[in-house]
């Protein structure tokens, strides 16, 4: 059974950090491209930032809206993939999934051909 397991969200005030991880079990952890989606209440769903399957040679990806405060992260004995949320602003505000394409590259524009989800998880930004 493939599982996507999100963990670390929650309540932050504007300025601070969280760092969200998503534990992936199920695959060959390698094969696949894993990415950070979130979902604003009444908005589309949005890429984040993704880690690139070893079979496209890795590489890490991000969304225009988070470049240069978000960090994602690969941790391959632990088969998790970790986002690291610095200066954080409420328009972070989202549910926040972890994503599983398999062979893929940057996943951030192609949330719609992802072949695996996390359940989700909140990360509230307080102003």
């Known amino acids: 059974e493939v599982q996507l397991v999100e963990s670390g969200g929650g309540l932050v005030q504007a300025g601070g950090s969280l760092r969200l991880s998503c534990e992936v079990s199920?695959?060959?952890?390698?094969?696949?491209?894993i990415g950070w989606f979130r979902q604003a209440s009444g908005k589309e769903r949005e890429g984040v930032a993704s880690?690139?399957?070893?079979?496209?040679?890795?590489?890490?990806y991000y969304g225009d809206s988070v470049k240069g405060r978000f960090t994602v992260s690969a941790d391959d004995a632990k088969n998790t993939v970790h986002l690291q949320m610095n200066s954080l602003k409420p328009e972070d505000t989202a549910a926040y999934y972890c994503?599983?394409?398999?062979?893929?590259?940057?996943?951030?524009?192609?949330?719609?051909?992802?072949?695996?989800w996390g359940q989700g998880i909140q990360v509230i930004v307080s102003s």
């Open positions: 994503g599983a394409l398999l062979r893929g590259s940057d996943i951030t524009w192609y949330s719609d051909y992802v072949d695996y």
């Open positions: 880690v690139g399957s070893g079979y496209r040679g890795g590489g890490v």
């Open positions: 199920g695959v060959t952890f390698d094969e696949y491209a």
